[in-house]
């Protein structure tokens, strides 16, 4: 099942080249999986694991990417119990994400069942973000536990409660978490 997958791998290669006639000159490249494992009829445990980077093509690299193209992790759908976009660099001087050209994400959860439209769920999130090609810096860590209703096809909301682990500061932290949409 696409939406609500149950077993299977998801598995997407992406590759974009930036640069032909344009002011900015990178490639960027993606690779996001997940792995579904059914444990029993109404319980599933999931695997994420996204590697993406953005590839120099000369020595401005840092300051030429725009803002719009950076990879940002933080939030809902990717590290939760961290607000949005905060893990990784920032604007010297700020807190202000800069966003990165490395990013990883791994994330692993549990999801039983309840009724068809409800579910429970535990999970373990870890992403890091660098202004550094092909370099992985410590990563950001959280776990916590949440449930999805299905008040339409489609279209879940999800609750749910992450606890960082690992915090560069008190500020990166948003314990309770909210979203209407979307899938692991």
């Known amino acids: 099942n696409s939406y609500k997958a149950h077993r299977g ?27 579904y494992q059914p444990l029993w ?28 193209e950076r990879y940002f992790l933080g939030g809902d759908n990717t590290v939760r119990g961290y607000r949005p976009f905060c893990i990784g660099p920032k604007f010297p001087g700020t807190d202000d994400p800069m966003g990165g050209v490395s990013s990883t994400l791994l994330s692993m959860e549990y999801s039983q069942q309840i009724l068809k439209m409800f579910d429970l769920f535990a999970f373990a999130d870890a992403g890091a973000v660098s202004n550094t090609a092909y370099h992985i ?34 500020a990166d932290k948003r314990t309770f978490f909210f979203s209407m949409g979307g899938q692991f």
Not at 18 to 28: A, R, S, Y
Not at 30 to 35: A, E, H, I, M, T
Not at 143 to 156: C, D, F, K, W
């Open 9 to 35: 791998l998801r598995s997407m290669l992406e590759a974009e080249y930036i640069g032909l006639g344009g002011k900015f000159n990178f490639l960027k490249f993606g690779w996001v999986n997940s792995l």
């Open 41 to 68: 009829s109404k319980g599933t445990i999931k695997y994420r694991v996204d590697l993406k980077l953005i590839v120099p093509m000369d020595d401005n690299m840092k300051t030429e990417v725009p803002l719009s």
């Open 137 to 170: 810096p410590q990563l950001r860590a959280s776990v916590g536990v949440g449930a999805r209703l299905e008040v339409m096809p489609r279209a879940p909301f999800t609750f749910g409660w992450g606890f960082p682990i690992n915090p560069e500061r008190s």
